[in-house]
């Protein structure tokens, strides 16, 4: 008992001052968490064991982040804008998996490291941008937008790769696909019935977002994302991916979610959240680092910048300068929490090893300290020259 309440009072503390610290050594908050973590657990300090109740709310916290990032997919948005731009969009993802599985193919990693490497997440994007000012502007939206498809696509490998690994491409793989295709349709089904819903009556759902002491609207999202979770563990699909998509339905069907989003932020991203991210650093077991560790982390990590810096020049034909579209490369090279989403995921399915998974989040957090800065240099730079000018 005394060693689970100081393992509530270290988290609790963590949860309290790593912000504070984070903005100090200017690092992501994320990455603040998971070294906090690394330094109460099994790898430094070893102050605080593992526990079903850290287990309970760190996976929580999880679905509640898959959940949150689904809500900051707005398909009506990618749906006005031109061809030209849905194709660039699009392309750069698929480009970054090409160019991913290439790499990964010549150095003989395993499928699931290319697909580390490979995966592109919103979640730096956004904060970055919201902290420069940048997220309203041409530049913003196009980071933004081309996070949001790269996340969807990175998704949707993850639910494809998970398949084949547990099925090959027997008849179970196909029967596996064939429920995801009907998962798909239903969530498709019931996004547009309660649209309609919502477009004939209006105004029975205000009070969903209207301030109430029953948190009707908060109670709703909640209902949404466990229930798709458990559709989609029912049919062997990851939970945080049905999570990830109640959050995309969600933001589809009632377009003024702020408020909502503002509140599940609160709890999200004041508490649960950072449990999970200590919790990934709890659990983190620093690798040996010999002359052959370093080696692949500075592979995986030029390799994680390569593949998103080449295929952000397609941001070019977007209007773009050549700078700001290899500054658009770095910030989407620091998907973190993909990046650990695929190292769990790998290791849950026996691809790779503890020491594997291991190097994988010491990869996440190379990149999300070195993507932001690196973006901010460039950028910084670009607004001199134009000052300048």
């Not at 906090?36 to 509640?64: C, M, R, T």
């Amino acid at each position: 008992m005394e060693g689970s309440l100081i393992s509530i009072i270290l988290i609790s503390l963590g949860i309290l001052f790593v912000p504070f610290l984070s903005k100090i050594l200017k690092i992501p908050v994320a990455v603040g968490e998971i070294l906090y973590g690394i330094i109460l657990g099994k790898s430094v300090l070893n102050l605080v064991e593992p526990s079903q109740w850290l287990d309970f709310l760190a996976s929580f916290g999880f679905l509640l982040l898959m959940f949150v990032a689904g809500l900051e997919v707005k398909l009506k948005e990618i749906s006005t804008l031109s061809l030209k731009t849905k194709i660039v969009l699009t392309s750069i993802p698929l480009f970054v998996f090409f160019l991913a599985f290439l790499i990964g193919s010549k150095f003989s990693f395993p499928a699931i490291v290319s697909i580390a490497i490979g995966v592109v997440s919103v979640g730096i994007v956004v904060s970055v941008l919201r902290e420069k000012a940048l997220l309203n502007t041409p530049f913003g939206k196009a980071l933004f937008l081309t996070g949001i498809v790269g996340e969807v696509v990175s998704i949707a490998v993850l639910t494809l790769f998970s398949l084949y690994i547990e099925f090959h491409f027997g008849i179970e793989f196909w029967i596996g696909i064939l429920k995801l295709i009907m998962y798909l349709i239903t969530a498709r089904l019931v996004l547009l019935f309660l649209k309609s819903f919502v477009w004939w009556y209006p105004n029975r759902f205000k009070f969903f977002f209207e301030k109430s002491p029953s948190e009707i609207g908060i109670r709703i999202s909640l209902a949404v994302m466990f229930m798709l979770s458990v559709a989609a563990s029912i049919i062997h699909i990851e939970p945080i991916i049905g999570a990830f998509i109640a959050g995309m339905i969600f933001a589809t069907v009632f377009e003024d979610t702020e408020s909502i989003e503002e509140k599940l932020s609160g709890i999200s991203f004041g508490f649960l959240v950072p449990i999970f991210f200590i919790y990934v650093g709890i659990n983190f077991k620093m690798p040996e680092l010999n002359i052959h560790t370093l080696s692949l982390l500075g592979t995986l990590v030029l390799a994680s910048f390569s593949v998103k810096i080449i295929p952000s020049l397609l941001l070019i034909f977007e209007g773009l300068g050549l700078r700001k579209a290899i500054a658009g490369g770095f910030l989407l090279s620091a998907p973190l929490t993909l990046v650990i989403v695929t190292a769990e995921l790998g290791k849950k399915l026996g691809v790779i090893d503890e020491h594997f998974e291991n190097i994988l989040i010491l990869l996440s957090i190379v990149t999300g300290v070195l993507a932001p800065t690196l973006f901010n240099l460039l950028n910084r730079e670009e607004e001199i020259e134009d000052i300048n000018s």
